[in-house]
Structures are given as C-alpha cells and as structure tokens.
C-alpha cells in the first residue's frame, strides 16, 4: 500500500473511504498534513474568499464571527498512510469540551512517552492537530495560546520530571456564546429568616425584593466553525410585582428593579400587593399552623393573638416569638419562648414558658419565667419574675426577685428578693419568705463585680508604678554625685568664657529631664491613689444597700413569715420572724453591728 496524496474539506469521510479501499480498520491508517487553507464567506461577500491569518478579527468584527451569517471551512492537503509508531514519543489524550464545544482541553494520560528530545514540541503540536482534525475540528484560527500551552508543559516535565497525574493542556478555543438570562424575582426578605417561621421582619432601607431584567444571549461559534444560536431569554415576571407605595420604594438601573422597605416591619402580601406592616393580628399562634413569629424587637412589628376571648389558646406548645409588642389574648403553652419590648397576656403562661421583656410585661396569671423592666400580673401562681420593679395583685408560691416589689395579697410559700424596698398590703398565708439581698438583684451585682474588677487592676497599677518610681528613685540618688562633678565642670568652663564640654551638657540635661519625669510620676501615682479612694468611698455606698432598704407590710405579722436581710459586704444573715403590728422593718447601724428597726 502506497501512500495517497488528497486534498479534501472533509478528512473524516476520506478516511473512512480510503480504509475500506485498503481494507483496513479506520485506526490503522494516518496521515501527515501537508498544507491547508481557510476560507470564508460573510455577510456581502458573493464568493469564498481564502484567509492567511490564524486571527479573523483581523478581516471582520467579532459581531459578525458570531451571526449566522459568516459560513467558515478549512481545505486540507493530506498524505495518507498506514499507521505507525513513533519510536521516540508517544502522546497519550483524551479530549473533552464544554457542551457548545467551543473550548477544547487534551486530557495528558500521565503513561504518554514524552523525553526532553529534539522534535518533541513538533510532534505534540502536529499528533493534537490529527485528533482535532479526525474529530471535525479546525486548526490554525482555533488554537488560542496552543504553542505556549505545551511550552508550559515542556518546562513542567523539566523542572518536575515526567507526569504523575493527568495533566490539562488547552488545545482549542474558538466563539463561546454566552447565554441569555431570564428574568427572575428575587425575595431578599426570607434569605435571612431561619425555618419555620413565618414572620419577615425587615428595618427601614433593607433590600426585600429584586426583579431581575431578562438579558439577551450572545451567540459563539465552536471549534468545527459552526455557528452557536442560544435562543433568547424568558420573560415570566414582568408584571408580576406589584407594591404599596406607602411602604416600599423602587429604585431601577440596568440591571434590576430593586425595591427597599420604607419603614420598620415585616414583608405581607395582601391582594397580590407587597407591603410592609406593622400590626400583625392572628386567631392563634401554633408550632404547625403558623411556626415561630421572630423578626426581632429592633422591628416595629406589633402582633395581637387571639379571637377574642381571654380564655381561648392562643399561643401553642413550642412556638418561639420575638417582635416589639405582643398582645395576648388567650393562654401561652408549654415550651414557648417570647422576647418582646411590650407584651402584654390576658389569660396565663404555661409552667415551662419563657418570656423576656425589654419593657413593661402584663399578665393576668403567671405560671413561667419572667424577666423584664416592669412587671404586673394579677396573680403570680408558682411562677418566677425577675425585673426592676415588680406589682402582684395575689401571689400564692413562687419567687420574685426585683428592686423594688409591691404584693396586694400575700398567700403562702412565696420567696421575694428585693434591693430596695418590699411592700406587702396584706398576708393571708404562712411559709413565706421576704428577703433584702442586693447582690441576689443582677443589675446591683453587675454593678459591685464590675467596681471590686476595676478597683483591683487600680491597686496593681499603683503597685507596679510605685515599684517603678522607687526604682528610678534610687538611680538618681546614685547620680547625685556624678551631677555634682558635672555641674563644677560647666561651672568652671563658664568662669573661664569657655563652652562647656558636650558630654557634660547632655549629661546634665538628661539628669533634669529624669526629675522631670520623676515629679511627673508622682503626680500620676496621687492621682491614681485619689481615684483608688473614690472607688472606695462608691464601695461604701454599696455596701451600706441593706441599710437604705425597707421591708413594709400594713397589717399585724402572725409569726409565721420570715425575714432576712443579708449583707452584701459581709454576707452575714440577720433574721427575724415578726409576730404583731410592724409597719416598717429596716436595719441600722449601730457601732460595728446592724441591728433591726422597727416602725409600728
């Protein structure tokens, strides 16, 4: 079989017919590429015209390149042969492409026979180009950076040594299309919500929606030069928002429309409308039905739950809720946690629920825990509420810690811990406990935790600084004489209308600016032990707490409630169980005791 020279547009189909000529399979022949030549045909050309050049920017616009209106094809003069092997190199590769097949990237098999020789890159280049070319594939205007790629490889064998994993060398990179973009809604609003709840609390000037432009494709063109359409874009949602005025602003550019929160709330839809709200009204409020209701009390978001009747369930067995006020209606389950700044319960709280107020907290009947500002409750019922000031009306059980609380009526089993003041109209019950214990009350014991830390790191410094003026102390003490000497010296040279030597000088002026610095000091540590004392002076205050409170109660003791005041200095106990009429209970000083006081 004798080599064949063939000039043809299509090398795969004379492949095919040349080895059914010679009876072979289709992967035993080869060919060497002896010349080609690109032709094209655009817009206003009536003819095939022929292109030298690997770059056709250089003869078109890429707007054209990338219409179905230029026609690309290439022109191959072949010899034709049977296969054989190199007996120096072997290139082993796989190609793979994007699905337009507008970039095309050889897969190195890392087993390929590659030696550092003479004609190595030649081969490389000429055994891609046979694949690229069996597969359909132009050469020459789709090679991209082809030559440095496999320079870049040559120089990482060299510097590495052969292949150990498959390597990726770009081989072909033509027109790739870009797709186009349909347009699409964007609900910024329920990115930042976490599962289950169905309340979109947003602030003033937050992003909640965005509607994105649809946006033309543009078509490519592959590496077998066929022209790429990628369709135009869907539009779905042109029309599809719609927004009160009043609420939300719009704000339009190229892009997108994007649509910003006017004001503090949470994002509803009413009527196919976006709006944000701020009054939120529910029948009720359950784990299934509604979920969790937490949009946070920086929010102006106020919810009422509850059709209505004080009784009825209104807030389920394990929904969270965290809004600016929350109104009622109803009785709140197990499990349930509730932050607000205002809240307000009109039936009862269940014995595992959890409420935090930054405000005032009213409620009916309390069986949970309560912390906030200000709490009233109608009746306290086995329940606990720790707040600055606390009102009861009944309290039968519970605990109560507070600066200040007021009891209507007092049952029993009740334990009341207050800073300042504890006020009990009537008690009806026994087994009750009234106790004045300010550093049981957080924001007195924050407080003194913070004064005894700061005071602390006060006497250390004034430790460590007194050690260091000490010291510098006795260093100049050492010096004296030496100034003495230095002194007579300028002395002598001034006598004598002579410049005083330099090291004299400097040595004269460093000693005045250490006493300087030394005086300085001294300044610094008294004010450091002035500021030390009023510490001291705002400790005494604070431990004098017990004696400035008042335990009152404005009918006769039975003997059968106790009483304690504890020192937060000390924290000795001073107990009492009063029997009789005692209006007023107060500590005094008296010497270094505190003894009771008693106003009837």
């Given at each position: ?138 050469i020459g205007i789709t090679d991209g950076n082809l030559e440095q790629e496999i320079n870049a490889m040559l120089l ?116 196919g409308v976006f709006t944000v709200s701020q009054d939120l009204h529910l029948k009720s409020a359950s784990y299934k ?136 109209k009537k008690i009806v019950g026994n087994g009750n406990e009234l106790i004045i214990n300010p550093r049981a009350v ?159």
């Amino acid at each position: 079989m004798h080599a064949i020279k063939i000039k043809t547009f299509t090398i795969v189909n004379e492949l095919k017919r040349i080895a059914q000529q010679w009876n072979l399979p289709l992967d035993a022949i080869d060919f060497d590429l002896l010349s080609y030549e690109t032709l094209y045909q655009g817009a206003i050309d009536e003819d095939w015209r022929t292109f030298d050049g690997n770059n056709l920017d250089e003869i078109t616009t890429e707007v054209e390149i990338r219409s179905p209106l230029l026609m690309i094809k290439q022109e191959y003069q072949l010899l034709v042969h049977p296969h054989i092997l190199n007996p120096y190199f072997d290139l082993k590769f796989t190609m793979a492409s994007d699905k337009y097949k507008s970039k095309i990237v050889a897969v190195i098999d890392p087993s390929s026979k590659l030696p550092l020789k003479k004609g190595l890159q030649e081969y490389i280049k000429e055994t891609i180009y046979r694949k690229k070319l069996r597969s359909g594939f132009m050469i020459g205007i789709t090679d991209g950076n082809l030559e440095q790629e496999i320079n870049a490889m040559l120089l990482k064998i060299q510097k590495e040594g052969p292949l150990i994993e498959p390597y990726r060398l770009p081989i072909a990179h033509f027109y790739p299309p870009s797709a186009p973009t349909n347009d699409n809604i964007l609900l910024h609003y329920k990115k930042i919500q976490r599962s289950n709840n169905i309340l979109h609390g947003v602030e003033t000037d937050d992003l909640i929606i965005e509607y994105i432009f649809a946006k033309e494709g543009v078509d490519g063109r592959n590496c077998a030069g066929e022209h790429i359409h990628v369709g135009s874009p869907l539009i779905r949602y042109a029309n599809a928002i719609k927004t009160d005025s009043e609420s939300i602003r719009a704000q339009t550019d190229h892009l997108s429309i994007r649509f910003y929160a006017i004001r503090s709330g949470f994002v509803e839809r009413k009527n196919g409308v976006f709006t944000v709200s701020q009054d939120l009204h529910l029948k009720s409020a359950s784990y299934k039905g509604t979920g969790s209701l937490e949009a946070g009390q920086e929010k102006e978001i106020n919810i009422k739950i509850g059709a209505g009747q004080d009784g009825d369930d209104a807030v389920g067995s394990g929904v969270n809720i965290d809004v600016q006020t929350l109104d009622v209606k109803g009785t709140v389950g197990s499990n349930t946690k509730i932050q607000a700044s205002e809240l307000t319960i009109g039936a009862q709280t269940h014995k595992k629920s959890l409420i935090e107020v930054e405000g005032n907290a009213t409620i009916h009947l309390h069986r949970g825990s309560l912390k906030a500002k200000h709490a009233t409750v109608d009746i306290l019922e086995a329940g606990t509420i720790e707040a600055q000031s606390v009102y009861v009306k009944n309290m039968s059980g519970g605990e109560i810690i507070a600066q200040r609380v007021v009891i209507d009526v007092l049952h029993s089993n009740a334990k009341i811990t207050a800073l300042e003041s504890i006020e009990i109209k009537k008690i009806v019950g026994n087994g009750n406990e009234l106790i004045i214990n300010p550093r049981a009350v957080q924001s007195y014991l924050d407080q003194i935790t913070t004064l005894e830390s700061e005071l602390a790191k006060k006497k250390l410094d004034l430790q460590r600084k007194g050690k260091e003026y000490l010291q510098k102390e006795i260093i100049l003490k050492d010096q004296q004489n030496h100034i003495k000497q230095t002194l007579e010296n300028i002395n002598n040279a001034i006598r004598k209308n002579k410049e005083p030597m330099k090291a004299d000088q400097i040595r004269l002026a460093q000693y005045k600016s250490a006493i300087a610095s030394l005086k300085s000091e001294e300044v610094m540590i008294k004010a450091h032990e002035d500021a030390i004392h009023a510490f001291e002076r705002k400790f005494d205050n604070l431990y004098k707490a017990d004696l400035q409170a008042v335990i009152t109660h404005h009918q006769p003791y039975d003997g059968h409630t106790r009483i304690r005041f504890i020192d937060p200095k000390t924290h000795k106990v001073h107990s009492i169980t009063p029997n009789g009429r005692i209006t007023h209970i107060r500590l005094q000083q008296e010497g270094d005791e505190k003894k009771f006081l008693f106003e009837s």
